[in-house]
């Protein structure tokens, strides 16, 4: 009889955060930027250059471990974590190791089985980011860009709660979207702002003790992280079952080829030679700071849902959706502040916004329409001034470069024609060319007329009502 194996998961978890300049200096922290052109003496570890704390990055940590129901701690200091790479230019990170900012934490999840799970935080700490090693396979060599060194983290470190890898995205999302409904950061996962290291370990069903575990990095989508659990947990059932040992140790996951291979064995904190900071004022959290951050925490998405269940009355499915991410939340609100009704904004944003958003391959926090655009098409077409799929290629430009729709159908000349005179005369016409659909539609055969209401949007270059063109049509007939 094969054994039954249980998988024992814990995360830990880099997010970037939304700072406009980098935790120890004044150099800008934005993405995208020619190589070392953001950097500076304290950055790139230059001799006798001091580090000072921007004060925004202790806020977010403390706001982050407030939303997650950690312990903050009132005296905290930071560390040098020592260690040689050439992306770390003063051969130490400053990190938090004795003292961290939060500790004692836990978050919710949903599990598979619709039941509710805490997922203990083990702490969060602040850090700063090292820099970005570039291979260059055509000229075999190795760059380096200080852009991103200093760039400020927190590391939120999970307990060891979590058993699959359905658990560990339902917490993942779970962070994703209290810290982005924070603005602490816009944890994009392809540029590298949220960031999992999967700690993972296999025993049987109902042993007591962990058994080895392994630690994976470079996973940078929610499918590589489902991927590389379901690959290691399988990879470490075989050694067990083949009366191999699983060695504790870091690996690689590559995504493309579905496997992980080893990096090194798993070094212990004395390897790192941790001391406190010796340029580094320790940090004191105030009862005033504490309440200040506090009274400034959102509406977080629990909160969200039940308020548009009550105050808008939209179907629970669009109220998933649109809470889903915090920037359709605040375009929604927005939007139906302008007047809009609720179910008109969410249709727009369920259908033909969702829709782009996938085909482009645009993120929500990337949608450049205002709110107050999107209620003046949506008012263009309950006015019946523009039909359904005129409005439709308006938003399409308005999604491209927030057009005004107002002006855009008036220079554009896309009103519908509501002049009854010239529709009737249209359709006459129609009625003439099309002999034999006209004897289809008498003879009972109803589709006919939608081919006749299609001649007459042509004529009409699709600035007519199509629900009045049908009532003229059948009028004629």
Not at 143 to 168: F, H, K, Q, T, W
Not at 311 to 332: N, Q, S, V
């Amino acid at each position: 009889m094969s054994k039954q194996y249980e998988t024992v998961i814990g995360l830990e978890v880099h997010v970037e955060l939304a700072t406009k300049t980098k935790i120890f200096c004044g150099c800008s922290t934005a993405f995208g930027a020619e190589p070392n052109t953001q950097t500076c003496p304290v950055c790139t570890g230059m001799p006798g250059s001091l580090p000072v704390l921007n004060k925004q990055v202790l806020e977010y940590a403390i706001a982050v471990g407030l939303a997650t129901n950690c312990d903050i701690t009132r005296y905290a200091k930071f560390d040098r974590k020592n260690y040689f790479y050439p992306d770390n230019p003063q051969n130490y990170q400053i990190s938090q190791l004795y003292l961290p900012i939060c500790r004692n934490g836990g978050v919710e999840i949903e599990t598979a089985e619709g039941g509710i799970k805490t997922v203990g935080i083990h702490e969060i700490h602040m850090e700063e980011d090292a820099g970005k090693l570039i291979h260059d396979e055509w000229e075999d060599c190795s760059l380096v860009d200080y852009n991103r060194s200093g760039v400020p983290l927190i590391e939120i470190v999970s307990e060891p709660d979590m058993r699959s890898a359905e658990e560990v995205i339902a917490y993942l999302e779970k962070l994703r979207l209290v810290i982005q409904y924070l603005g602490a950061s816009d944890c994009k996962l392809q540029e590298g702002s949220m960031r999992a290291d999967v700690n993972l370990s296999v025993r049987e069903v109902g042993a007591e003790t962990f058994g080895t575990r392994t630690e994976m990095k470079n996973l940078n989508s929610f499918k590589a992280i489902t991927r590389a659990i379901e690959g290691e947990r399988e990879r470490q059932i075989d050694l067990i079952e083949s009366g191999e040992s699983v060695v504790q140790e870091t690996r690689r996951w590559d995504d493309a080829k579905g496997e992980s291979y080893a990096m090194r064995s798993k070094e212990d904190a004395q390897d790192y030679r941790y001391f406190p900071d010796p340029d580094l004022t320790p940090i004191s959290v105030s009862e005033e700071m504490l309440a200040e951050i506090r009274a400034k925490q959102p509406e977080f998405r629990t909160e969200k849902r039940k308020r548009y269940k009550e105050e808008f009355d939209i179907p629970d499915y669009d109220i998933e959706i649109i809470t889903g991410e915090k920037p359709l939340a605040d375009l929604f609100e927005a939007t139906v502040a302008f007047g809009s009704q609720p179910k008109k904004v969410s249709n727009w944003l369920m259908g033909e916004t969702l829709r782009l958003m996938k085909e482009r391959e645009v993120d929500a926090s990337d949608l450049c329409f205002s709110p107050e655009n999107l209620a003046k098409l949506i008012a263009l077409t309950e006015s019946r001034a523009i039909n359904s799929s005129v409005a439709k290629e308006v938003f399409e430009v308005m999604f491209e470069k927030d057009i005004d729709p107002e002006k855009y159908v008036e220079e554009k000349g896309l009103k519908t024609v509501n002049d009854e005179g010239a529709l009737k005369k249209v359709v006459e016409e129609v009625i003439a060319a099309n002999p034999q659909s006209v004897e289809d539609y008498r003879n009972g055969k109803e589709k006919a007329i939608g081919f006749l209401v299609g001649q007459t949007m042509k004529a009409m270059k699709g600035k007519a009502d199509p629900g009045a063109v049908n009532r003229m049509l059948k009028e004629l007939l």
